[in-house]
Nanobody, 115 residues
């Protein structure tokens, strides 16, 4: 079992920055691939960024060059640094942990980009 708790969401103006954190507990964090997904109003949940156990990263085209995913295995935490935020980044952001058929989700954190 893996428990995931996101934090760091909030209201930010266009062009601003936020850093999301996802703290994991329960199983061996370092053995899980981690990801951030988001779901805007009336939209499906889409992958934003992912990081493998070896540190390889992958990003949605819409956030490349603006968002950075990272993980700290010593702290059992994955981060999403979001810069140059746009109104279209507004969504609930979810942390995800995956290993083989085991998939876990956090409860989500709201990010609102608005002036």
């Amino acid at each position: 079992q893996v428990q995931l708790v996101e934090s760091g969401g909030g209201l930010v103006q266009p062009g601003g920055s936020l850093r999301l954190s996802c703290a994991a507990s329960g199983s061996i964090f370092r053995s899980y691939a981690m990801g951030w997904y988001r779901q805007g109003p009336g939209k499906q949940r889409d992958l934003v960024a992912a990081i493998t156990t070896g540190g390889r990263t992958n990003y949605a085209d819409s956030v490349k060059g603006r968002f950075t995913i990272s993980r700290d295995n010593a702290k059992n935490t994955v981060y999403l640094q979001m810069n140059s935020l746009k109104p279209e980044d507004t969504a609930v952001y979810y942390c995800n942990a995956a290993k083989s058929l085991d998939v876990y989700w956090g409860q989500g954190t709201q990010v609102t980009v608005s002036s």
